[in-house]
């Protein structure tokens, strides 16, 4: 970023300039600020979905690009926030919505306000139906009515519970989803157990090593929303070796060092890529990301006080819609 320096002129002509460039400078990054964090609203159009899953009435807040119509399918990509997360401002601070405008992909933003679903979801016994893939399962459905989708290439991703959510989910929908990304989540344990996967599925996954709510290496977490008791999550490490494994990917990753584009967010980044021997080229990417919190990297919006520091070394939005792009089920 470039720097400037106003020298102290005495002349009331002076002062005047200075302070009207300085001001022209603070509105161009302000203006710039509010871009990203908007959708572009002219290539985007938005609705609300509202379906039942259960018995229970839910909503999707759904983003189809202009150029969606009934001749040309297009990918989809759902979104699920995490447990209390405002939708509206989770929406702002990942970005999916301008994204779906630039790339043309539908995004359907996923939200469970009913915090005694997520829990029991994410906590149910081993041999149970898998609630959280028949919720994602009855939002395809229902963008399917709204939108021309490309069954072949429909992507998932969530964050924090919803990230637990979509691992869950996927024990049970690799055959459904092309590939899959999550933000501050690892798998609950009990899930290991009835996690028959069916195919390699190509994952992609951001952590925090200092994340307060999702432990690094894994062990009880807790709802801050709700009265129920925590439960256990497997550590980042076995979260990516389940998938590594399935994919049959070498143990071995390439990692990579990301500049350290802010140093001022006191974060780094590191890319373990595991991409050496995989089934059908379906790469595990896990980033880890050292001095972060419990938050999206690249947001510039906290979702929460207590999420603690945001990595701006990383943009996993872009990141993740670039990833999925590689990938489609007829692979």
């Not at 302070?19 to 161009?28: P, R």
């Not at 990054?29 to 509202?50: G, H, Q, R, W």
């Not at 001022?264 to 373990?272: E, I």
Request: aromatic share 10%.
């Amino acid at each position: 970023m470039n720097k400037y320096y106003f020298r102290p002129n005495s002349s009331r002509c002076g002062r005047i300039i200075a302070d009207s460039v300085i001001g022209l400078l603070i509105f161009s990054l302000l203006a710039s600020v509010v871009a990203a964090a908007t959708p572009d609203s002219k290539n985007v159009s938005k609705s609300e979905m509202s379906f039942v899953y259960n018995g229970k009435n839910y909503s999707a807040l759904l983003y189809k690009p202009e150029s969606n119509s009934t001749s040309v399918a297009q990918p989809l990509v759902i979104v699920a926030s995490g447990v209390g997360d405002r939708l509206s401002r989770f929406i702002r601070a990942t970005g999916f919505a301008r994204l779906a405008g630039r790339h043309g992909f539908v995004v359907a933003y996923a939200q469970i306000d009913q915090h005694e679903d997520w829990y029991n979801w994410l906590n149910s016994s081993s041999g149970s139906v898998n609630q959280g893939a028949g919720f994602f399962r009855t939002i395809i459905s229902g963008v399917s009515k709204e939108a021309n989708i490309a069954a072949q290439n429909i992507y998932l991703t969530g964050f924090s519970a919803g990230g637990a959510l979509v691992l869950g989910a996927m024990c049970d929908m690799a055959n459904e989803v092309a590939a899959f990304g999550v933000v501050s989540a690892s798998l609950p344990s009990i899930t290991q157990m009835q996690c028959p996967i069916k195919r390699a599925v190509p994952a992609i996954i951001f952590a925090s090593r200092d994340d307060p709510v999702f432990p690094w290496n894994g062990g009880l977490i807790s709802f801050l929303l709700t009265e129920k008791t925590a439960f256990n999550v497997l550590s980042i490490s076995d979260t990516v070796d389940l998938w590594r494994t399935n994919n049959r990917c070498n143990a071995r990753p390439l990692l990579e060092a990301f500049d350290n584009v802010d140093p001022s967010d006191g974060t780094t980044v590191t890319r373990l890529m595991y991409d050496f021997g995989c089934r059908n080229s379906s790469h595990v990417l896990l980033y880890a990301i050292t001095g972060g919190g419990h938050s999206w990297p690249g947001s510039i919006i906290k979702l929460r006080s207590f999420e603690g520091t945001i990595s701006q070394d990383i943009q996993a939005s872009d990141a993740m819609w670039e990833f999925f792009s590689k990938y489609s089920l007829e692979q």
